[in-house]
């Protein structure tokens, strides 16, 4: 992938590039892809957290899961769907809930990285979580040169759409304008993905969803890059 985004950007001298470095190219693949997963919530995994304790009510997660992006359902151990709610209807629901004792019977996601829960278990208590993931992330080009993006094959050519306008933002002006129907191909791809995901979602019973795209105003974003 990385000899043909050199490929398009008119840069593969002989398989050597006279420009760009084939470990940008490498990087940018890697940035599209992960904004890939997270407009999409495409990936995702279960893993049971058995790291709830009493007198805790938040937990950062990234310090257990490094992939961590978001909660989509939370489960007692094999038992009961836990409801979703902001901290503040935590607080309208219990003033003292973060030492509320007893069964997990809710819980609060916050940003990337902060989960609460309430209640707090008394003995020892697991949850199933399913949680959105990052992708693999690929190797270095040069040492790695025929690994594949974690992201379906039928999306590729997407990230390579969206890489170019990445990387010719260095050169700015006209050069870069011209890359950016890529970038429309790229964002295509990403709503096509989200809609199925969307709908997957809905139909697992989820508690989040991929963010709505179709009116997000590109314009602002392209400007801030073509400005620097």
């Not at 937990?59 to 009961?80: E, F, K, Q, S």
């Not at 836990?82 to 030492?99: E, G, I, P, V």
């Not at 997990?104 to 309430?118: E, T």
């Not at 700015?172 to 129907?181: F, R, V």
Request: proline share 7%.
């Amino acid at each position: 992938m990385t000899d043909r985004a050199l490929e398009r950007l008119g840069d593969a001298v002989g398989g050597q590039s006279s420009y760009y470095d084939p470990t940008e190219v490498g990087r940018a693949l890697n940035c599209l892809q992960n904004l890939f997963a997270f407009l999409t919530l495409c990936f995702e995994t279960t893993a049971t957290f058995s790291l709830l304790t009493n007198g805790t009510a938040s937990y950062n997660m990234l310090a257990t899961y490094p992939d961590w992006i978001l909660p989509l359902r939370i489960r007692l151990h094999g038992g009961a769907k836990l409801k979703t709610s902001r901290l503040n209807d935590l607080a309208a629901l219990d003033q003292s809930w973060r030492a509320a004792a007893g069964t997990p019977q809710r819980y609060s996601s916050n940003g990337f990285d902060f989960l609460s829960f309430y209640k707090q278990p008394t003995t020892s208590t697991s949850v199933d979580i399913t949680y959105a993931q990052t992708p693999a992330q690929l190797p270095s080009p040069v040492l790695s040169p025929s690994t594949t993006p974690s992201i379906p094959v039928e999306y590729h050519q997407a990230l390579i759409d969206g890489a170019i306008p990445l990387l010719r933002a260095k050169e700015g002006g006209d050069e870069w304008q011209k890359t950016l129907p890529g970038w429309d191909r790229y964002m295509a791809a990403v709503n096509k993905m989200a809609t199925y995901v969307r709908n997957r979602n809905i139909e697992q019973g989820y508690d989040r969803m991929p963010p709505e795209l179709v009116r997000f105003d590109m314009s602002g974003l392209t400007n801030q890059v073509a400005n620097g």
